[in-house]
């Protein structure tokens, strides 16, 4: 079954520079998230989009915009980058039509953002 | 706020045994969903079984099963006949029952569980 495909798998990038990172979710899957997760840590949340809007946002740095496009891959754009930001980023998608598997998100591989 | 503890930083079984992964929840939702995601030293985020709450059936799935106790708002993990494949980092998780798009997950800290031969 196809699954979620993120691009880069990995990045580096140096302080100060701009990275964008995308997000294919599963086919007739409409509905994307976007986590951070550092090292040793568990995913924090960062923003959603249903149907091309966002529908949620979480603790996202004013640095990071993100949008979702009218084929339903979602990129998410981080500029400014701080040291900090190093850290692997999660999309995962799900169904918003209220079908039994509508409340399950699948993640994608992740890509490691590595900030020199 | 919804919060997800996980206890147990790190757990180990001897291979073929059975072990158990800790979680509790805070939530004054009456509906919603929990959630076992498996990460392996990969880091991909595997799902491993879901729970729904107003279902009071224990979910199962092949060697996994949930212990679901909605009042004492724990969710714990039985892992039967453990195989090294096992070995991954376990994150217990809660969502919402929301409109779509909402329903974000919130993660407990993590039990990384080591499953020795």
């Known amino acids: 079954a196809a699954g979620v495909i993120q691009s880069p798998r990995h990045l580096i990038k140096e302080k100060r520079e701009t990275a964008t990172l995308k997000c294919y979710p599963i086919?007739?899957?409409?509905?994307v998230y976007w986590y951070q997760q550092g090292p040793g840590q568990d995913p924090q949340f960062l923003i959603s989009?249903?149907?091309?809007?966002?529908?949620d946002k979480g603790s996202i740095p004013d640095r990071f915009s993100a949008q979702q496009f009218s084929d339903y891959h979602s990129e998410l754009n981080m500029s400014s980058l701080e040291l900090g930001d190093s850290a692997l980023y999660f999309c995962?998608?799900?169904?918003?039509?209220?079908?039994?598997?509508?409340?399950?998100?699948?993640f994608g591989p992740g890509t490691r953002l590595l900030v020199l | 706020a919804q919060t997800v503890t996980q206890s147990q930083p790190e757990m180990s079984v001897q291979e073929a045994e059975t072990v158990t992964l800790s979680c509790t929840y805070d939530?004054?939702?009456?509906?919603?969903?929990l959630f076992w995601y498996k990460q392996p030293p990969s880091r991909q985020m595997i799902l491993v079984i879901r729970?729904?709450?107003?279902?009071?059936q224990n979910a199962t799935e092949n060697r996994f099963s949930v212990n679901f106790q909605k009042a004492a708002k724990s969710f714990s993990l039985k892992i039967s006949d453990s195989q090294l494949g096992d070995a991954a980092m376990y994150f217990c998780?809660?969502?919402?029952?929301?409109?779509?798009?909402?329903?974000?997950?919130?993660f407990g800290q993590g039990t990384t569980l080591q499953v020795k031969p």
């Open positions: 729970q729904e709450a107003y279902k009071q």
């Open positions: 086919p007739r899957h409409d509905t």
């Open positions: 998780a809660y969502r919402g029952k929301l409109k779509p798009g909402t329903g974000k997950l919130i």
């Open positions: 939530t004054s939702e009456s509906d919603y969903y």
């Open positions: 995962a998608s799900s169904r918003g039509d209220g079908g039994p598997t509508q409340e399950t998100q699948y």
């Open positions: 989009f249903y149907e091309k809007m966002q529908s």
